[in-house]
């Protein structure tokens, strides 16, 4: 392969990261260039509105709203998505390899929903298609596990994958805050959108999750394949008593590779307070995949923000433009699909708190123990909590020894029949990592 004098940049989308991206490609002192063995150019901006005053000073020359002034010119040897969303993003990227273009993406929805077509397409075209900003931001993992951790066969990854959740526990935990006020701070600090559904619906970390487990375990995971459960159900309540327990509370992305399948999961989880995933607070983002060669590797840092995410953008393109400099092009590696099954949710064995409001009479523990041992589901230990005497009932905390999913939803189910149970409060998983 020839090798490149120069290496052209063709940048789609100018909003929160492409504008970051932009400044570190537009520096005037070069130092891209001096890192590759090449110089790099930024050759043309693809927005919606080229008039729309934008925060970084850019030649009006490079915008343009025609997607084709960049996936046509010939020029152009790199193309680098931070639009964001499924479409036209998908339609950009596909074109932008039919034509032999390398691409560079942070969309974590468009890799987790096309991903492994795009892969493909990417090998059949001969070029790279590379993503570390699609999951946790400026956190290195992605690469990691395409490359550094690949000779070991990775057993488990646990992730905190989405900052904006996790500020919102935060406050909850260590400051008692109520669900709606931690999420208005969060707002207020520009930590959530206007519309928070996708981070507290657990949609976006389901997303990463797709993307790391399919990586990990070199076969297809969907995020329609990941069970998920956002965090609104949780009260400042449930973390005073997972404390007293040994627990933090985590919006836990869980993907693990057993001999049957691969379980890929989002859920609030009870974690050991003394492990290190546990006092990753705040709108910080942690990895820790264990490898069978390496044991647990954490990876910990700022999970999104303009800066973050355009230091994994520009890895990427540095990583491309290397290959063309050096005239082996990089094609990328082919994709494996070992084809394991993804596990549903109710074949899930693991253990349980169970938060119920009762009667507080004699005899309701009992009735209630009877009601989960008919679901060979047993008791590790029970707390009775605050007690209303007006309404004469008590809050019991219970927790469990590991029971199957299947057994945990028909026992409630049996247990919302119970006349002197008043409600379910909240049931979330413990995951009693290392063991
Ligand atoms: N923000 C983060 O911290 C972060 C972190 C990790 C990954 N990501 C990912 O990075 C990507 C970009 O996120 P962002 O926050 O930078 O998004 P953003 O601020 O909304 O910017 C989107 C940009 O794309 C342009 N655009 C969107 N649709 C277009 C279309 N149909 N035609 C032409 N231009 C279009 C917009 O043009 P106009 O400017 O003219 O409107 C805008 O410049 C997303 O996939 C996101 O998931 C973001």
Redesign the pocket.
Known sequence: MPKNSQVNIGL???????TAVAQVLLDPSGFLSERTGSPIFLRRI????IT?PRSLEIPSELLT?D?DAILADPEIDVVVE????EH??FENIEAALRAGKHVV??????MAKRGPELLSLAVDSGVQLLFE??VG?GIPIVGPLRKDLQANEIEVVYGIINGTTNYILTRMGQEGADFQDALAEAQAKGYAEPDPTADIEGIDAAFKLAILASLAFHTRVRATDVYREGVSKLKARDFRYAEELGYAIKLLAIAKKGLDGVEARVHPTLIPKDVLLAKVDGVFNAVEVTGDLTGPVLFYGRG???QP?SSAVLANVLEIARGLASGDGSPAPPVVDRGFPVKPMSDLVTRYYLRITATDSAGVLAKISHVLGDENISVASVIQKETDPVEGTAELVLTTHPSSEKAMQKALEELERLDVVWEIGNLVRIEQMGD
């Open positions: 789609l989308g100018l909003g929160v990261v492409g693809l927005v919606r509105d729309k709203a997607p931070v639009m964001g969303g036209p993003a993406t942070a969309n974590k929805e468009l900003a699609s931001g999104a923000g303009p995410t």
